[in-house]
């Protein structure tokens, strides 16, 4: 056991835990590639760098979760804990026959090529917002609902994004954020919601990946974990804060050209 693994271990939990809240992917080509140059056996810590990710989300919103519960008890679900659970069902129906049968349609560059045209099409509807002053869904979300509270048909596009995110390496954050963008949803609230619906995609993800026992140190997984978990944690409150501070057209610009860049580089490179 070497310094240098110590390294490996912790750049694969940090770039996972970036590249899992950037509409980018952990396993596009791009960031696959990045990390086989700087951390040697990256993919023998995969496991315990998404399972960082699940936890830190679970640590970042045990308040509303544990309210959320206490409301579940007494029959009082909220619009954010029925978002929760269709969004979470429609990423399963979707997501889990293609964990199943191992069916990934997309190869990793293909899939980053993807993630570039996601990326358009959030700058457009940023630009939209400009021009038309609403977002493409905007008038069918007043009529579902009033405010800033997720609807049904959120979830279920939440879900559906999630669950075809599953076809390659696609960022399941891009797709998301993309959908809840055309509803005209803030910024800070769609990313809530995106954090919120995260897991069920990682555990996806975990299945995927299939079993995993690798002969090592249990101190080398460990600090995949805790180096995912605290970045996790730091990244989701800086997203926030960019994500209450900027408008909705910077910020979807800004969130937008990161997969574009991403490609480009891939290209030239």
Known sequence: MLPADYVSSAITGIVVALTSWLPVGPEGGAVSRFLGSVAKGYSNYLVPAYLGVIF???FYFRDPIA???QRA???SIGAELKYLFYASLFTLVLGYPLVAG???FLDPTT???VNAAVGVAMILVGLACLVRKRAPLEEVEKRLAD???PTLLDAVLSGIAQGLAMLGELSATGLVLLVLSLSGMKPKKALKLLFMISPIYMILRLLL???WNPAMPVYLPFTAFITSFVTAILFMKALMVAGERLSRRTFL???GLIPIVVYLMEVML
Request: charged content about 20%; overall charge negative.
């Open 73 to 75: 008890l007494s029959r």
């Open 56 to 58: 830190a989300v679970i």
């Open 67 to 69: 309210v959320g519960t």
């Open 111 to 113: 899939s980053d090529a």
């Open 253 to 255: 610009t800004l969130m």
């Open 102 to 104: 191992n069916w990934e």
């Open 209 to 211: 990946l299939g079993s």
């Open 147 to 149: 405010g800033e509270e």
